[in-house]
């Protein structure tokens, strides 16, 4: 398979928390996009209040200017749910999927405090209405544990195919100790895109020396699938594959060539790319330090 990845240029941090604002003192994390309309995208991502808890709010981007916030929602969209539920503690965005009737679908990671391990992460669906307003679709997860992922099932990305839905999701294998899980990167197939068939079908896994495969973030163009997710050893870089099918994946030997920068937002990690695409150039948005403490960063196609 032949690979065609750019070389990037960075622009630094470009939407940044706000600590006036009271459910995004810090953080602004997993960038999550939206069309609105030409070159005009909403970025969703996920801000912490006093209480360390994520609220999911967006920035407005123009493509053409993607280094300028044109504005941010003055409240989130999405806060975490009721006590008991798997996201009461913490809702992150993860995928938005436009629907040609009815409500739009933002699919989302719950988050809450584990017993005997350190975190419990599933992923969660969110219906959307024209007016902007965001009502669960159900206070349960729609992966959560089952047969073939026993443990953390979450991150969803969900493409449409020509029938159906295909899901790409963060599942974990095991937990080496309380604080420490492994996961990888697997697919599930749905037809409404609400109830989802999982037997395990792993879509990335682990290369030697990693242990935790992050937010698949996947767009198809010219048939082809291509894929930008993370990959931790002892830190987070960023990594790219691409398919002919969306099940059988082959990565890029040389990976993102995006690196950390010394003294810069990014020197301790990259993480939760996504790519956007605009007059055939190529935009990236991504976390750094702290898994988007403070804020997102930009790089562009040089």
């Known amino acids: 398979m032949h690979f ?33 309309d030409g070159s005009v995208y909403k970025i969703f991502f996920g801000g912490r209040n006093d209480q360390n808890q994520s609220h999911t709010g967006y920035a407005v981007i123009d493509l053409k200017e993607p280094d300028r916030v ?13 006590l008991g539920t798997f996201d009461d503690n913490g809702v992150l965005p993860s995928c938005y999927i436009r629907q040609d009737s009815g409500d739009d679908y933002l699919y989302y990671i719950g988050f809450k405090p584990g017993g005997t391990t350190r975190m419990d992460l599933f992923g969660g669906l969110s219906l959307m209405d024209d007016a902007g307003v965001c009502r669960r679709w159900s206070e349960a ?18 493409i ?20 420490l899980p492994r996961y990888n990167i697997q697919t599930a197939t749905s037809q409404d895109g609400k109830d989802w068939l999982r037997d395990g079908t792993v879509a990335i896994d682990f290369a030697e020396g990693e242990n935790a495969l992050a937010r698949p973030y996947v767009t198809k163009k010219d048939g082809i699938y291509r894929m930008w997710f993370s990959s931790k050893g002892d830190h987070y870089l960023p990594y790219y594959a691409e398919s002919q099918d969306g099940v059988t994946w082959t990565r890029d030997p ?28 190529q935009i990236m948005f991504y976390n750094g330090n702290g898994y988007g ?10």
């Open 4 to 36: 065609a990845q750019p070389k990037w240029r960075k622009m630094g941090l470009v939407i940044e928390p706000d600590e006036n604002i009271w459910w995004m003192r810090t953080h602004a994390m997993l960038p999550t996009p939206l069309q609105v």
């Open 70 to 82: 044109l504005d941010y929602s003055a409240d989130p969209v999405l806060v975490p749910g009721r």
């Open 141 to 158: 997860p729609i992966i959560e544990r089952c047969r073939a992922n026993p443990f953390i099932n979450t991150a969803p990305w969900v």
């Open 160 to 179: 449409r195919e020509d029938e159906g839905y295909r899901m790409y999701y963060v599942a974990g294998v095991e937990w080496v100790h309380k604080d």
């Open 254 to 281: 040389d990976g993102v060539q995006l690196k950390p920068t010394a003294s810069g937002p990014d020197e301790e990690m990259i993480c939760y790319p996504i790519v956007l695409e605009h007059e055939g150039r």
């Open 293 to 302: 403490l403070n804020g997102i960063c930009l790089a562009v196609e040089d």
